[in-house]
């Protein structure tokens, strides 16, 4: 276990560098960038350690890995971010444990979150997740709301009981215009996130940046990079 922290914390380390530096260059504050890492496929214990070495914000994207998890560790003083494609038979669930949900991207997902927050008795932060690779069916390749859909599905999270509209997330698209060109892409959220805050001003989250992107993350005015495998380490593939 103590090699497994030593690891963590040499890791840990190298991203805040990395998050500091990109801020510096950027003219930014090092408190305006929030680090949530991504601990989907590793277990409880790395979380721990995880809390341990100070991180407080952690994200997971398939519920049948997050629920026992998130219990497991119930104890410490974590934010959980659910950050995956989101099935509406699986939202009660995430409910119970989640504290912010950052793919919301249709109004039958809006609903359904807003029942089984109403029923926890409980306020779930959400964020739009945007598609900049949506095409004519208003869809990203990895789920997303095209920009169009903003407005109406932001109207829709902000009059739903339980919730509440806290901002943007993306994911640098594969393919599409954006495909490649990191920079461009969250150039262009941070531009609908300003759009977003006109009829929304308490919708400041920007969640963009993963471990191959944030520098450029920060650089374009993310409030959240969303690291794994920098931290994590890579696991080898199954089979």
Same mark, same amino acid.
């Given at each position: 276990?103590?090699?497994?922290?030593?690891?963590?914390?040499?890791?840990?380390?190298?991203?805040? *560098?990395?998050?500091?530096?990109?801020?510096?260059?950027?003219? *930014?504050? &090092?408190?305006?960038?929030?680090?949530?890492?991504?601990?989907?496929?590793?277990?409880?214990?790395?979380? &721990?350690?995880?809390?341990?070495?100070?991180?407080?914000?952690?994200?997971?994207?398939?519920?049948?890995?997050?629920?026992?998890?998130?219990?497991?560790?119930?104890?410490?003083?974590?934010?959980?971010?659910?950050?995956?494609?989101?099935?509406?038979?699986?939202?009660?669930?995430?409910?119970?444990?989640?504290?912010?949900?950052?793919?919301?991207?249709?109004?039958?997902?809006?609903?359904?979150?807003?029942?089984?927050?109403? &029923?926890?008795?409980?306020?779930?932060?959400?964020?739009?997740?945007?598609?900049?690779?949506?095409?004519?069916?208003?869809?990203?390749? *990895?789920?997303?709301?095209?920009?169009?859909?903003?407005?109406?599905?932001?109207?829709?999270?902000?009059?739903?009981?339980g919730l509440r509209l806290d901002g943007l997330m993306t994911v640098a698209p594969l393919t599409g215009e954006y495909a490649g060109r990191q920079q461009a892409a969250f150039e262009r959220l941070m531009d609908l996130s300003t759009d977003?805050? &006109?009829?929304?001003?308490?919708?400041?989250?920007?969640?963009?940046?993963?471990?191959?992107?944030?520098?450029?993350?920060?650089?374009?005015?993310?409030?959240?990079?969303?690291?794994?495998?920098?931290?994590?380490?890579?696991?080898?593939?199954?089979?």
């Amino acid at each position: 276990m103590t090699d497994r922290k030593d690891e963590l914390a040499g890791n840990l380390a190298k991203v805040e *560098r990395r998050i500091a530096d990109a801020c510096a260059a950027a003219g *930014r504050a &090092r408190e305006e960038v929030t680090l949530i890492v991504v601990t989907k496929t590793y277990p409880a214990s790395d979380v &721990r350690i995880l809390a341990e070495l100070g991180v407080r914000h952690v994200a997971e994207n398939r519920d049948q890995d997050a629920a026992p998890k998130a219990e497991a560790c119930s104890d410490l003083p974590l934010t959980w971010h659910f950050v995956g494609q989101l099935q509406t038979n699986k939202v009660r669930s995430v409910v119970n444990y989640a504290d912010f949900v950052q793919s919301v991207d249709r109004s039958k997902l809006v609903a359904a979150l807003s029942k089984e927050a109403v &029923r926890a008795g409980r306020e779930l932060g959400c964020l739009l997740q945007v598609a900049l690779d949506a095409g004519v069916s208003g869809r990203g390749e *990895r789920g997303g709301t095209g920009p169009d859909g903003i407005g109406e599905l932001a109207d829709l999270v902000a009059g739903a009981p339980g919730l509440r509209l806290d901002g943007l997330m993306t994911v640098a698209p594969l393919t599409g215009e954006y495909a490649g060109r990191q920079q461009a892409a969250f150039e262009r959220l941070m531009d609908l996130s300003t759009d977003l805050r &006109r009829s929304h001003p308490a919708a400041t989250m920007v969640s963009a940046g993963m471990s191959t992107d944030l520098e450029q993350a920060v650089t374009a005015g993310a409030t959240h990079v969303r690291v794994g495998s920098a931290v994590l380490g890579v696991r080898p593939r199954l089979g």
